[in-house]
């Protein structure tokens, strides 16, 4: 058997909601690496504010601020646009804000000097997306985030625990950017989902959202090298 077929057996048994955040999981780190629609990646817009203010904790501050205000603006999240490959469709605006979301604690990330393309921060991002505080999530799994993100490298990690580790934060995002328009629906393909998907999100969350991210993702010391 190979790779893509591996890959599909393991799909086929996923339930449901695996599946929904699974989903989730991978387009909102699309989101953080590229952008989506009008809405540009992580990076992208962190490096901008940051040219536009000189420095990254008024460049966070000035982020915090235009999120929640777009998250506040229902027009505007609904023109964000929605993610279309869900095997449960989500209504534009609460996709919209989960993207805005997103690009926003991933822009933190980044400006405090963690690392995106490492795995664990990656989950640390999605965690905090969702209102959670990666070190306590983890830490369930025996996982520490590293002052250092160069520290916490996946491949130390079983595979297991990788797996079970983004099933639940796959659970997280589900429960929080969950309507009743799509409780209705998870809740026929998965009995008993329906009391833990949570309502709509709105400014108020992002801002919350905003403040985890400045706790998650401390400033990093830059890495000198030293010469021999």
């Not at 040219?51 to 023109?79: C, H, L, M, Y």
């Amino acid at each position: 058997m190979d790779a893509d077929d591996t890959t599909t057996a393991v799909a086929k048994q996923l339930s449901p909601l695996d599946k929904l955040g699974s989903a989730l999981t991978r387009q909102l780190m699309k989101v953080v690496d590229d952008g989506v629609g009008p809405v540009t990646g992580s990076r992208d817009y962190a490096e901008a504010r940051l040219a536009q203010f000189g420095d990254p904790e008024k460049a966070i501050k000035r982020i915090i601020a235009e999120t929640t205000a777009q998250s506040a603006v229902a027009g505007f999240v609904t023109g964000v646009g929605g993610l279309i490959t869900l095997p449960v469709t989500l209504p534009a605006n609460i996709t919209g804000q989960a993207i805005l979301n997103a690009r926003m604690v991933g822009a933190i990330a980044h400006l405090r000097g963690w690392d995106l393309e490492d795995e664990i921060v990656r989950n640390s991002v999605l965690i905090t997306i969702a209102g959670g505080t990666p070190n306590a999530v983890l830490a369930e799994f025996g996982v520490a985030v590293a002052r250092k993100s160069a520290e916490a490298a996946i491949k130390k990690l079983p595979v297991t625990i990788i797996r079970e580790i983004n099933k639940r934060v796959g659970f997280m995002l589900v429960a929080k950017y969950g309507t009743k328009r799509s409780v209705v629906t998870l809740s026929k393909l998965v009995p008993g989902v329906g009391g833990v998907i949570g309502g709509a999100v709105d400014a108020t969350f992002t801002r919350i959202v905003g403040r985890l991210a400045r706790k998650s993702f401390p400033a990093l010391a830059p890495t000198v090298d030293v010469a021999e």
